[in-house]
């Protein structure tokens, strides 16, 4: 569908600027580096049950009060910054989701030295042949890689790790392109 400025678009980037804004610079981009992979699956897990729109605009909120989602400082945290995050009014204040993202620093500082979040994500990267989505319903949920992702991940101790949080995972980290095939990011145009 075609955007304010002409260029067709995923048709659920047009529902709002946020979501044009991170349709546009970021979904489905690669993102390097363990901070930024930690964010992205910890804010997937908070997603669970409730819109993109709702965590997309207290992200920042959410960074502030997990120290920018450095893995070895939210792994360092005790009862005292859990019950500061239970009473954060400007992040989601789920206990289960919170321990999780905690738990979840703690399994990646646990990982071996030779393997990394975004090592494990890249082993379940969608084919580079898979056809691109023509239409929003073709593109999956979960798929039989972000099932085995997910085995692997909760194998290794994270967390809040579901086969759908595991391809919203892969997809917002650009290990899947769901781009439909009409939308201008997936051709860089």
Known sequence: MPGPDGRLRCGWALASADYRHYHDTEWGRPVQGEAALFERLSLEAFQSGLSWITILR????FRAAFAGF??????????ADRARLLSDAAIVRNAA????VINNARALMELPEHES????????????????????????????????????????????????TAYAM????????????SCWVRHGN
């Open 117 to 164: 979040l975004g090592s494990l994500l890249a082993r379940y990267r969608a084919p580079a042949d898979r056809p691109a989505p023509q239409t929003l319903d073709e593109v999956p949920a979960s798929t039989a890689e972000s099932t085995a992702l997910a085995g692997e991940l909760k194998k290794r101790g994270f967390r809040f790790v579901g086969p759908i």
């Open 70 to 79: 450095d893995p070895q400082a939210v792994a360092a945290f005790d009862d």
């Open 170 to 181: 892969l997809q917002a980290t650009g290990y899947v392109n769901d781009h439909l095939a």
């Open 58 to 61: 207290k992200r920042e909120a």
């Open 97 to 100: 989701k919170i321990d999780a």
